[in-house]
């Protein structure tokens, strides 16, 4: 079967040592390749691997250590993936992630079940055995990065507990004998703060291996994959003039010779305001003369064929300009590039099969659409428009050229150094293919489904806990039972301060909960008076844990949200809409770079939202209004991530106040919010 170790990228070592070899046993992890990437920081060589590998192979292969990722199932369920059980009877020390915790607790004849709450997102832990190797040279508590649903409840036989959470629910488990060691939180990712040390503990003190492994140059590495796939074909490179298409089209220059190489920027109708003109300037400062392709029509009206569960058979899309479904938006954009490309080919007279596509893809891109080639068990968070179906069947054919598809932004932005790209292309914030077609969400009608009203009642009792308390609110157990004696503290606390109003909308956005897709409600926290932001992320983090079904929290500029919201205003992409959020992303970038403010922040998606805030429900008028949601976002590889907190030293409140003031003159604009969630439970986009 193939799978997963890029053969691309070998395993050669310019030391020629032998080296000490761990198993990465893949459960359908986000993050399985950001485990294997902290394993080769810490110089180890390490192998993506299949989660049913016997023991017989991992053993023959001699791996020396094992490491098991999370994954979007539940243990208990029929249908979990399966795997060798001799695996912890093998005498080969493992240490299991998250999904790869609850495996090792089940199989020990522990229980795992999904409790009342969720843990998404950066929580402190306590570790409760200062002796365990794992957490050796840790102090007590620690940040890490949580994202599950289902908990251990009874302790495995054999198995000791090593770690709880500040909602009481196991963080760690061991066998110190057995050397086997479960980790219910994530320490592959940036947001659990000691998590390489953990890791080193595991592979040097707990298993023993010895640090010497060293890759070759991962310039040359790409420049031979280049030279490999390319032949003796052209390669016809689309570029956006993101950082990761910059970077590969500089690869390009460097690997191959310019006559072989064909750039295309494609103006899709979904760029920033006068993007296409600066990226073609650009480009061609560093030598690389675009052909730019304006197709705005062939995207607007695109369609695709797209088979849904269920059906026999593939049926064609409406056009994208009538389209609400953000995963079918997506791939409508993704399949228009690739038809696109066909027709520049036969434009160009060329052959197709003598030409082959290369394009920016990084490892993220690949993990979020569940491709094949990254894992088996993964679930798609969102289909990246560099990874749909038709892609995927050039890739099949071997047409397409992807030479970082191993790397994550920050390494990429490396690499663009390397090859002497100035900063202001290397450190550009990222943008998304389909641009601003997958930042106006789309919808007809408004999303409420049975427990919006519940949720609407709960949400309330969040934010008023203090007279909900005193008033004995029949809901009151739904919030009491899930959060610790701090976090009441902590919300009575906040509501004895000044009255905060919770309103749910009724759209739903994408998100990430436990390795697992959401898509959902959105809540609106607004206040008379200017809010604390320090409590509002504290909500912000606290509410979707104990109502899954909000995967977002914004706090909504303007004073308190006047009426509950049971409208949205009908929104498709068009060229109003476009205009609408093109000038509102203008200002927010503007704001951004007069002040200094871009390179504080990571990325900052701009979204149009169908909501028209303060009107009265007995207006039946169709509305036109809609908002605008800032989304200043910090991360360095964009698995995880934080909102910037307004008022530190990322974003000034004066810049913020700033850029609402000038977003409130758009044409349309009801009100202005900002996006407060955390990676998980939030994604990037909201699409
Ligand atoms: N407008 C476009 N024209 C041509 N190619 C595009 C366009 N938008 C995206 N692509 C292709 O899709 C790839 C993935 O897009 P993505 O946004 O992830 O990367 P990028 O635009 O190169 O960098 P960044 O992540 O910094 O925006 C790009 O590398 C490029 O090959
Ligand atoms: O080229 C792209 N095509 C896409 O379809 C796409 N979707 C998300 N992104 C970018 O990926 C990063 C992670 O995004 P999320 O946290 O929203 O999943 C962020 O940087 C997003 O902007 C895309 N880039
Ligand atoms: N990230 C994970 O491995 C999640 C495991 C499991 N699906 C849960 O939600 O608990
Ligand atoms: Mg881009």
């Known amino acids: 079967m193939f799978f997963f170790r890029n053969p691309k990228f070998g395993s050669a070592t310019e030391n020629g040592l032998h080296h000490d070899k761990v198993a990465i046993l893949d459960a359908g992890s986000q993050y399985g390749k950001v485990i294997d990437r902290k394993v080769r920081e810490l110089q180890i060589e390490s192998d993506l691997l299949p989660l049913e590998t016997t023991v017989q192979e991992i053993k023959e292969k001699g791996y020396k250590a094992i490491l098991i990722s999370g994954g979007p199932n539940s243990v208990y369920d029929e249908d979990a993936p399966s795997y060798d059980k001799s695996l912890f009877t093998a005498n080969i020390p493992i240490l299991g992630i998250c999904y790869g915790m609850q495996m090792i607790n089940s199989e020990f004849g522990g229980s795992v079940q999904k409790k009342d709450i969720r843990e998404d997102g950066q929580t402190a832990i306590t570790i409760l055995e200062p002796t365990c190797p794992l957490f050796s040279g840790l102090s007590k508590t620690q940040n890490v990065l949580l994202t599950h649903g289902d908990s251990v409840d009874k302790i495995g036989e054999k198995m000791k507990k090593a770690a709880v959470s500040s909602s009481d629910i ?65 390669v016809l490179l689309l570029v956006s003039g993101g950082v990761d298409s910059t970077v590969c089209a500089a690869l390009l220059r460097y690997a191959l010779n310019p006559s072989k190489i064909i750039a295309v920027h494609v103006d899709n109708g979904f760029m920033r305001k006068d993007e296409s003109d600066k990226v073609e300037k650009s480009l061609k400062e560093i030598g690389i003369d675009l052909i730019v392709k304006k197709a705005f029509n062939q995207f607007y009206k695109g369609t695709t064929a797209i088979k849904k569960p269920g059906q026999m058979y593939s049926l064609e899309t409406p056009m994208l300009c009538n389209t609400c479904n953000p995963e079918e938006k997506r791939k409508i954009i993704g399949d228009v590039f690739v038809k696109l490309t066909n027709e520049i080919i036969s434009e160009m007279n060329l052959k197709p099969e003598e030409v082959v596509l290369a394009q920016g893809t990084l490892r993220p891109d690949l993990i979020e659409s569940a491709s094949s080639l990254v894992s088996k068990n993964a679930d798609t968070i969102k289909t990246h428009h560099n990874d749909t179906e038709l892609i995927r069947q050039l890739r099949q054919q071997g047409r397409v050229v992807e030479p970082l598809a191993d790397f994550h932004k920050d390494e990429v932005r490396a690499l663009g150094y390397d090859l002497g790209l100035p900063a202001h292309l290397v450190e550009r914030h990222p943008f998304p293919g389909p641009g601003l077609a997958i930042r106006i969400l789309c919808a007809e009608e408004p999303y409420m489904e049975k427990d919006f009203a519940e949720t609407q009642v709960i949400a309330r009792v969040i934010v008023d806990y203090k007279n909900k308390l005193e008033r004995k609110h029949a809901l009151l157990a739904r919030v009491t039972e899930a959060t610790t004696d701090d976090e009441k503290k902590e919300l009575l606390r906040i509501s004895s301060s000044y009255e905060i109003s919770a309103t749910v909308l009724p759209i739903r956005t994408v998100g990430v909960q436990g390795d697992k897709r959401s898509y959902s409600y959105v809540l609106g926290l607004s206040s008379q008076v200017d809010p604390n932001w320090n409590d509002l992320i504290f909500l912000a983090k606290l509410i979707p844990r104990i109502l899954h079904n909000i995967n977002r929290v914004c706090y909504v500029f303007g004073g308190h949200i006047q009426f509950p919201i049971s409208e949205v205003t009908y929104t498709h992409i068009s060229n109003f809409t476009l205009s609408q959020l093109r000038e509102a992303d203008a200002i927010a970038n503007e704001v951004m770079k007069l002040t200094g403010t871009t390179k504080q922040i990571a990325q900052m998606p701009i979204v149009l939202i169908p909501i028209h805030f303060d009107r009265d429900p007995a207006n039946k008028v169709p509305s036109v209004q809609r908002s605008i949601v800032l989304r200043p976002f910090l991360t360095n590889d964009f698995m995880t991530g934080v909102p910037a907190i307004p008022g530190s030293d990322r974003l000034p409140l004066h810049v913020l106040g700033k850029m609402v003031n000038e977003i409130m003159k758009v044409e349309g604009i009801s009100r202005v919010l900002y996006d407060l969630t955390p990676k998980p439970p939030g994604t990037t986009e909201w699409e």
Do not use: W
């Open 170 to 234: 196991v963080a760690a488990i061991y066998n110190e004998q057995m050397k086997i060691y479960g980790v219910q939180f994530h320490p592959e990712v940036d947001l659990t703060e000691n998590g390489k040390q953990i890791f080193s503990n595991f592979l040097f003190n707990i298993c023993g291996l010895t640090q010497n492994f060293t890759m070759i140059s991962r310039k040359e590495q790409c420049v031979k994959y280049i030279k490999d796939k390319v032949g003796n074909n052209k």
